[in-house]
């Protein structure tokens, strides 16, 4: 019998929603099939069977919750089908975050392999030099905040001794090992170790004033309705706390007279009878100025490093396109914005578009983006102050184009006009900087000309 564990999904990620079941118990399966969809924070994903045979028997139904380390499937590698599960390997009763326990303690160790070092690697000079005494197997239970910091600081999540509950690792304890042997540790004896000082890298500093009290219950004063925030909304939760707690949030607006820009594409689609595969839409003229707009202010490409206080300008210009979606707003990446044609942005969102309201979105999709443009006007609203995607520096949204009346050359005329907003990270740049970059948006929206020869 081969127990199939939820493996390691990368990007911090502990647990996962079952979505869809492609096998039942007693159906057979090859290698590499479709074994179930899992929902994580960041997209939906499809894990293939690891072995080939009979299907013992499966751990949840959809909308569970499944933890890494947790076995979801018991296959048959004989095929028949017929040995009855084990109900001691059964990890319900794992507390979430905490891998299932071995079946017994004579399995081999083999049956929870120790993720090999790149999964975790630590090439700090602290970390390379600490014993393996502290390595456990299967994954470590540890919160996502803890896992970033972890990387940030260039820590192995195994080797960390653990202090918190459950035996999950703690950002102190991550702060802990990266200090070194000469750092205290948690001791018994009734003289508690002294805390460190604060410093300018601590994530753990308390927010003056800031004081969460219980809500009310509103049960009391009517019908209530709840439900638990999973998933992509609950990831969309934690990021955009994340985001206005850690960035200084400022915002630029203006708008952009748009009517020649709408005339080259009507002209453009006239020409190209319309075609779905070729259609140019707004979104893909804005991309293409935003990335000519990058190239000439950097800082907006930009990120900043608060644990070693660094700015890490990119250059490279992948595009994150907001998405609204039925499960929440996700963010996937256009990669090479740069690097494209005007028909190949429009070809690329379009494809992102469709793949993220399908659902069929891939985690290395969501990854990776450098600055991100977010488009309400589709759906009404004159403008919008969008929430940076954090740890970008900029977000450019884009509000519904109106037909209003401006004065050009002393006449009161009719007048395409699209709203933009540049919201922006104030540690990083300066509203002088801000307009300047708006302006050239600006400028190569207005002039079609312009934004072929000069970008």
Known sequence: ???????????????????????????????DDPLVDVETDKAAVTIPSPKSG???????????????????????????GTQPAEPATSPAAAPPGVPAPP??????????????????????????????????????????????????????????????????????????FAAGPSAPTPTTTTTP???P????????????????????DFAALGPVETEPLVSIRRKVARKMVTSSLLVPHVAHMDEADVTELEAFRKAQRERRGGEPSTKLTLLAFVVRAVVDALKRFPAFNASVDPFRELLVSKKYYHLGIAADTDRGLVVPVLRDADRRSLLGLAAGIADLARRAKEGKLELADLRGGTFTVT??????????????????????????????????????????????????????????????????????LEDPAALLVET
Do not use: C
């Not at 139904?61 to 590698?77: T, Y």
């Not at 000082?197 to 009310?216: F, K, Q």
């Not at 709203?419 to 922006?424: D, I």
């Open 1 to 31: 019998m081969f127990e199939f564990k939820l493996p390691d999904l990368g990007e911090g990620i502990h647990e996962g929603e079952i979505l869809k079941w492609h096998v039942a118990a007693g159906d057979a399966v090859r290698e």
């Open 197 to 216: 000082a604060p410093t300018t890298t601590s994530v753990a500093a308390g927010i003056p004033y800031l004081d969460l009290e219980p809500l009310p």
């Open 193 to 195: 170790a002294p805390a």
């Open 375 to 444: 488009n309400i006007g589709a759906l009404g609203g004159t403008s919008m102050v969008p929430l940076i995607n954090y740890p970008e520096v900029g977000i450019l949204g884009m509000g519904r184009v109106q037909e209003r009346p401006v004065v050009r050359d002393g006449q009161i005329v009719a007048r395409r006009m699209l709203p933009l907003t540049l919201s922006f990270d104030h540690r990083v740049t300066d509203g002088a900087d801000a307009a300047r970059f708006v302006n050239h948006v600006v400028r190569l």
């Open 54 to 80: 009979r299907v013992v028997r499966t751990e949840g139904k959809r909308g569970d919750k499944v933890h890494v380390g947790q076995v979801i499937a018991v296959i048959d590698e004989g095929g028949t």
């Open 103 to 176: 079946a017994s303690p004579q399995a081999p160790a083999a049956a929870a392999p120790t993720p090999p070092a790149a999964a975790a690697p630590a090439t700090g000079s602290t970390a390379t030099t600490t014993t393996k005494t502290g390595e456990r197997s299967g994954p470590v239970p540890a919160a996502p905040a803890t896992r970033r910091l972890a990387r940030e600081l260039d820590v192995a999540l195994d080797l960390v001794p653990p202090t918190g509950p459950g035996g999950r690792v703690t950002p102190e304890d991550v702060r802990r």
